[in-house]
């Protein structure tokens, strides 16, 4: 094995000491690409992957690596990283040979096929799956772009058509709400109002807050997210004032999607109320949910609970959140798609989606995003064990699988009392059926 050289050892000083500092770490593999030492610069690579998934240089960098040929977008997509300040001592650093660049008409099929042997596809297939698509129902509360108080965003990209799977969520939301919405006109000749409410419920983690930003962006809407935190106030009045200016914004912005997460917190039931302050909250919310006069034109209110039993009723009246839908944990081919999304930036290899989605039936796009670190942990601490990079393969997510139990269970045991024995005017019906079908009845 070469020595490393004094310039490399200075690197690794400096990447000790600041071992987040991705453009660094990389400058490093780099300079062990050029002198030959490409192990190291593997599992300089895959370290540097881990603080950024999505670095195309680095993604590049670990197929050169490798031996691989990089994909022709990410070698035009990746910019050479500048080269920190070496230290005194060393005049000049060696120049690091750029990767030859692939000739006109390369012809990557017949590449693929020359290294298929050496290494592993992928993804492999165990039988006909679905072309899900690559964007996942994310978990509750999982977008780094959720709004924060008075905050709207702009119509996004996000539709149905990135919630993968779910058709039959689709279908409802299609019909009950999005139809109206989508012919303004023909709403107008049947007196339809250019308004609505649906009141989303279900276990958490499994995607309530991507479907409404996926609604927002069928109907071509801002977004503005509201949780209790953004509208509670210690001094006396500042919490109304606080709602009334929530709906203010949004129909200002309108049309406008108002999304209020975790409803119960903001709607709770009056009656188990001790404070007058909440109480006066909760009635500053049935008053804007009226919106007298029209107020409320253009302005779509989807409302989301794990606790809807726990919902004042006045909420669920006729022309306030008077449709509601139950959210599942994601079936097949929704698990698909979150198991692709959640291992697309990682090394991964040899891995069978078809099997994976079939052992991991019950649980929610939380628990299997939690079932993807799990596996990159397996794989990270053997790598670390053993001084050798490694790829993360079908036995660490059957392992991890193993070990993740759905966080769904105890809602479902919850929620089983309330439909059977609270089921008033046929609410939890959907519910109850699906408990039947997979008997936790």
């Not at 929530?246 to 309108?254: D, G, K, L, P, S």
């Amino acid at each position: 094995m070469s020595t490393e050289s004094p310039l490399i050892q200075s690197m690794r000083t400096a990447v000790a000491a600041a071992p987040t500092d991705v453009p660094l770490r990389l400058h490093l593999a780099e300079l062990l690409i050029g002198e030959g030492l490409s192990e190291a610069a593997v599992a300089e690579a895959a370290v540097a992957l881990q603080h950024a998934p999505g670095d195309a240089g680095a993604r590049a960098l670990m197929m050169r690596a490798m031996g691989l040929p990089a994909p022709a977008a990410e070698k035009a997509e990746s910019v050479p990283t500048p080269a920190p300040q070496e230290p005194r001592a060393q005049e000049s650093a060696p120049e690091v040979p750029d990767a030859p660049a692939p000739p006109t008409g390369f012809d990557w099929a017949a590449a693929e096929n020359e290294v298929a042997d050496a290494v592993p596809p992928r993804f492999v297939t165990s039988g006909p799956t679905s072309t899900a698509p690559e964007a996942p129902l994310a978990a509750d509360g999982g977008d780094p772009g959720d709004a924060t108080a008075w905050e709207v965003d702009t119509p996004g990209t996000v539709t149905l058509a990135d919630v993968g799977g779910m058709e039959e969520i689709k279908e409802r939301l299609e019909a009950a709400f999005l139809a109206p919405m989508r012919n303004p006109e023909l709403g107008r000749l049947y007196g339809k109002s250019l308004r609505g409410g649906l009141l989303m419920y279900g276990p958490p983690g499994c995607g309530k807050t991507f479907i409404a930003r996926a609604v927002a962006g069928e109907l071509g809407a801002s977004f503005m997210s509201v949780s209790i935190n953004d509208v509670l106030d210690m001094w006396m009045g500042n919490s109304e004032r606080n709602m009334h200016e929530v709906f203010e914004t949004a129909r200002r912005q309108a049309p406008c999607v108002l999304f209020l997460d975790e409803v119960d917190a903001l709607g709770a039931k009056r009656s188990r109320m001790q404070h007058g302050g909440m109480r006066n909250t909760v009635n500053q919310l049935l008053t804007e949910l009226d919106g007298v006069g029209g107020a409320n034109e253009g302005v779509f209110v989807l409302a989301a609970t794990n606790v809807p039993w726990d919902v004042d009723i006045a909420l669920r009246r006729p022309g306030r959140l008077d449709r509601t839908l139950l959210v599942l944990p994601p079936d097949a081919p929704a698990r698909e798609a979150i198991l692709r999304y959640h291992l697309r930036d990682r090394p991964i290899e040899s891995v069978d989606l078809g099997k994976l989605v079939k052992v991991t039936e019950d649980l929610s796009g939380a628990d299997l995003a939690h079932l993807c670190e799990s596996a990159s942990e397996r794989a990270l601490l053997e790598s670390t064990r053993t001084g050798v990079v490694r790829m993360i393969n079908m036995k660490d997510l059957l392992g991890a699988a193993k070990e993740v139990r759905p966080s769904t269970d105890p809602w479902f045991a919850s929620a089983r009392n309330v439909a059977m024995f609270a089921n008033e005017g046929g609410m939890y019906d959907e519910l109850l059926a699906y408990l039947k079908r997979k008997r936790k009845l």
